[in-house]
């Protein structure tokens, strides 16, 4: 008795999962859609099959009436089985939110490596400077010979210190790029590799100051890894806006004819310069077979 209790109660809960899927099926806008597209393409598939056949015959068909009508099937497709408006919105909140995510974590751990480069870098060689200086005072009466010789040596530490400085400064947002632009900025860069660099930049008009940045620092990376890993011999670095009604983004190729092996690693540079692009929906991926060549891309929106 308890057995035909227990097989009656699971029978009741799959007839409720299933009257409860079917519910969600008649109430689902893209089960309409689907089979809004099905009673379309009946007959649109048989005037496709009867074009086909004329195409073997007929050029002018098999020019311009087959593949326009393709397209035009390609595009209901798109439009009755494709996701709609508000998926696609949630979606790309959805990324969005991720990104952003990605962009304050990589954000804090380039704040951590300033303070650290701070800390072991200019503000020890400041600290060397101030205690010089105090033995140079202690030793100017009684030894001027010594006292100018440790003035030197801070003097020196010091023209070190402001050199840190300009470095760091440069790395987190360089003069010329803010000046002349993304154009002289990677001419600068490929200027200073150790491996022959050929620069195609078509950049106009100027982009947004967060575009500029972004793509030059992923530039700057993808030439700093070349120079340590890639054993190339040339790289071209190409840039360009590709600015259209429905679209407006910057596009960046970097390509070496190195051994390849690059990858988006967690905690890597690449993947840090990843995180920084999608903070402004933005995308940057690698094509690196072993052998190479190497193909790093990055699409910058430039209207959010």
Known sequence: MTLGVHVSAATQD??????????????????WRNLGYLMIVFPLSMVEFGLAIASLVLPPVAIWVSPFLASLHVALAA???????????????????????RGVNAAETERRRIERDLHDGAQQ?????????????????????????LINEAKADAMQAIAEL???????????????????AISS???????????????????????EST???????????????????????????????DTDVVVVEVTDNGNGGATLRPGGGLAGLAD???T?????????????????????????
């Open 189 to 211: 860069l490929a200027a200073k590799s150790p491996v022959p660099v050929e620069a195609q930049i078509t950049i106009e008009p100027r982009p947004p100051a967060v575009v």
């Open 276 to 278: 920084r692009a999608a």
């Open 280 to 304: 402004i929906d933005g995308a940057v991926t690698v094509l690196s077979p072993a052998g190479g060549p190497t193909v790093i891309r990055a699409e910058l929106p430039c209207v959010w």
């Open 166 to 184: 300009r470095d760091l400064a440069r790395g987190i947002y360089p003069a010329v790029l803010a000046d002349r632009g993304l154009d002289a």
């Open 14 to 31: 799959y007839t409720g999962t299933l009257l409860q899927r079917w519910r969600q099926q008649l109430t689902d806008v893209q089960t």
């Open 215 to 245: 793509a030059y620092f992923i530039v700057s990376e993808a030439l700093t890894n070349v120079a340590k890993y890639a054993n190339a011999t040339q790289v071209t670095v190409k840039a360009w806006r590709d600015a259209r009604p």
């Open 79 to 101: 439009a009755m089985l494709g996701p709609n408006t508000t998926f696609r919105l949630a979606e790309r909140a959805q990324r969005l939110q991720a990104s952003r995510a």
């Open 125 to 149: 060689r400041l600290v060397a400077v101030t205690m010089g200086l105090g033995r140079a005072q202690a030793k100017f009466e009684r030894d001027p010979a010594g006292a100018l010789e």
